[in-house]
Every structure is written in structure tokens, then in C-alpha cells.
């Protein structure tokens, strides 16, 4: 049996002899020897130190390290929710270390979509009307915006609960209308940040499937986790330790065996 992909965007299925020709793969994630200072003289931390990291379009990635290691520092800067102190942090081609706050709020927007441990969703919106909040600042038209929201609800098997409130959504559901929010202005980049901390083991594994499902459609997503069965579901493990970067490239399999 031919093993059929779903793209994420358009819905369509194809099979790998489909596809096109194998190209070189572009950046999507370029850190160069990026520092995060905080404070000054005496009660000056570096929560980063001279860390470079590059993530390629398609790539399957999850950041770990201990309580203070520098990952969650990475990771905002990744997402242009902070900036670095010094080094460069070219996102999909743009340098945007230094870019002012207006423009990196269209990028973030643009570009980027964020899942987080908590839902983030706003109570008094259904479901659809979530994932259609980010599309108006994109200023999208209204027609395209529902039209695009149900086919992100239908991605993550939502189809069923467009017009429920997150107070009538189990916490897997409401993951899941956070993942469709952060799909649905087709970012470059999917940002999840300890995406299933607050979920059971079932559930986990349920949202573990759907970003496995975006990464096989063309995603490229980057997580950040201190859970090693959901880092070994991911293709690749970057190890972070007193803010610099101990191991680039961990296969699922070596995380037992990495000395960190």
C-alpha cells in the first residue's frame, strides 16, 4: 500500500513518488554566537553565552536542558518575544535581531506560530472564533478567515466543536484549538513550548500525533521539553547547559545514553 501525505494548508493527499525533486533545504533558524545578558557589574547573569544553532526547513526539533540551562531564553528569542544582547538571529533569511518592535510584531505574526503549556485561548470566544483572531491582524478577509479556521479545526479533529467556548473543551481540545490558532496564518515555523506540561499521558501522546502529523505534511516545528518521551518522538534534540548549547544534534535514540 502506498503510504499517502496530507499537506497542512490545502488538504490535498499525494504520495512520495508525487513529490518534487529533492532541493537544498533553506534555513528557517539561524543563531550566531548569540548572548542574553541580564543585569549589570555584579548581578550580571548570562542566560546565554555565544550559542549558535541553524534549523532547516522541515525539521523536527525539540530543546532540552535543566531548570536554568538557557532553553527558554533560546526559544524567545527564536520567536522574536525577546532580543539578544549581542549575535545575529536570521529568521527564514531575515536578520532580525535588531529589528524594531513594530516590524517584528508583523513577523511574529507572519511567520511564526506559537503553541504554549497554557492555552492562552480567550474565554469568551468559541473555538473557531480563537483561530480566526490571529488572521484579523494579518488583516485577512472574513470570508478567507472562517474558511481557513474550519480547515485548521478539521486538521486537529475539531470539526465537531467550532462553536464551543473553552470552558465546554477537555484540556487536549483546547491544546488542540491552540495548535489550529497557531497554523492558521501558515507560519514558517511552529513554536511549542512545553506544549503538553499540562496533559495526562493519553492526551500527550494525542497532541504528540498531530504535531507528528504537521511535521510529516512539510512543518518545520521546534519544541521546547523537559519530558524525554516527548523529546524522542521529535527527530532531532538539542541539549542546552549554563547557556550554551552541549549537544546540536541528539538522535531519540542517544538521549538514554548523551552525557550531559
Not at 557589574?41 to 525539540?62: F, H, I, K, M, P
Not at 486538521?155 to 497557531?182: D, F, K, M, W, Y
Request: glycine residues 8%; proline residues 4%.
Amino acid at each position: 500500500m502506498k503510504e499517502l501525505t496530507t499537506d497542512i494548508y490545502t488538504g490535498d493527499t499525494h504520495t512520495a513518488a508525487d513529490r518534487a525533486p529533492a532541493v537544498e533545504k533553506s534555513v528557517i533558524v539561524g543563531l550566531e554566537d548569540v548572548t542574553k545578558v541580564y543585569g549589570i557589574g555584579d548581578l550580571e547573569v548570562r542566560a546565554l553565552n555565544g550559542v549558535s544553532l541553524t534549523v532547516t526547513q522541515g525539521e523536527y526539533c525539540s530543546i532540552m536542558g535543566a531548570s536554568g540551562s538557557g532553553k527558554s531564553t533560546a526559544m524567545n528569542i527564536i520567536g522574536c518575544l525577546d532580543r539578544p544582547t549581542t549575535g545575529r538571529y536570521y529568521l527564514d533569511g531575515v536578520d532580525v535581531a535588531q529589528m524594531p518592535e513594530a516590524e517584528l510584531a508583523g513577523i511574529r505574526n507572519l511567520k511564526l506560530g506559537f503553541v504554549f503549556q497554557q492555552f492562552h485561548l480567550l474565554s469568551q470566544l468559541t473555538a473557531l472564533e480563537n483561530v480566526m483572531l490571529p488572521m484579523v491582524y494579518a488583516g485577512i478577509p472574513a470570508a478567507e478567515r472562517r474558511e481557513r479556521a474550519v480547515n485548521a479545526l478539521t486538521r486537529v479533529g475539531l470539526e465537531s466543536r467550532l462553536q464551543n467556548r473553552p470552558n465546554q473543551l477537555s484540556g487536549g481540545q483546547q491544546q488542540r484549538v491552540a495548535i489550529a490558532r497557531a497554523i492558521v496564518n501558515r507560519p514558517v515555523l511552529l513554536l511549542a513550548d512545553e506544549p503538553t506540561g499540562a496533559l495526562d499521558t493519553k492526551t500527550t501522546q494525542e497532541v504528540m500525533d498531530i504535531f507528528t502529523e504537521l511535521n510529516d505534511s512539510g512543518m518545520t516545528v521546534l519544541m521546547v521539553t523537559h519530558e524525554p518521551e516527548v523529546a524522542r518522538q521529535t527527530r532531532r534534540i538539542v541539549w542546552f547547559r549554563d547557556g550554551q548549547v552541549v549537544h546540536n544534534n541528539l538522535k531519540p535514540e542517544e538521549l538514554s545514553h548523551a552525557t550531559f
